[in-house]
């Protein structure tokens, strides 16, 4: 991605309607929201869950009148998730999600600082057994780590093209961010070789 591309091969194009006309290639040529994409995968009668690139993939083939790739079924928790009162010594149980109960814990023992991010979100989903005192442990120690810049996922685009423009643009207002992103997703995808 790149906020300032040329795009004088591109000018003359204009984003299609997003309709069960397109071709599965003509909807991976643009970028489209996560609401379009579901609204589209409504009216053709395509499971609308499992995440913006799983749902891509299933439009992109429903298009084409491709088989649709394999849905995952939908995980359940399978333990009750905590609820208050909660303390250092409440141990996570498995698929506990990043709850309110968790949010205004974490806020109490860390301070309001607190937020879940990639590092306690990783702890919550892939630590069960320990308890919430060793996640405030570790919500320390990663202090640093997430005070570095990170790669912005694939799936967050408007994120990504933001933060791209901004360390281009330092002096750039949010409403010109706002601007170029507008302009941006109105364009074709860059092709790899782009």
Known sequence: MNPNRNTSTTA???RPPLTADLTGA???RWYWTLDELTALARTMGVARHGGKAALTAR???ALDGLPLPVVPARRRPTTAQLAEPVNGGTVIP???RC???LRRYFVEAIGPGFHFDAFMRDFIAHH???TLADAVAHWHATRPDAARPREIEAQFEFNRFTSTWHRQNPAGTRAQALEAWYAHRALPKPTSGA
């Open 12 to 14: 003359a194009e204009s």
């Open 26 to 28: 003509e909807l991976l």
């Open 59 to 61: 439009l992109a083939a």
């Open 94 to 96: 498995a698929d506990q």
């Open 99 to 101: 709850s309110q109960v």
């Open 128 to 130: 069960p057994g320990r």
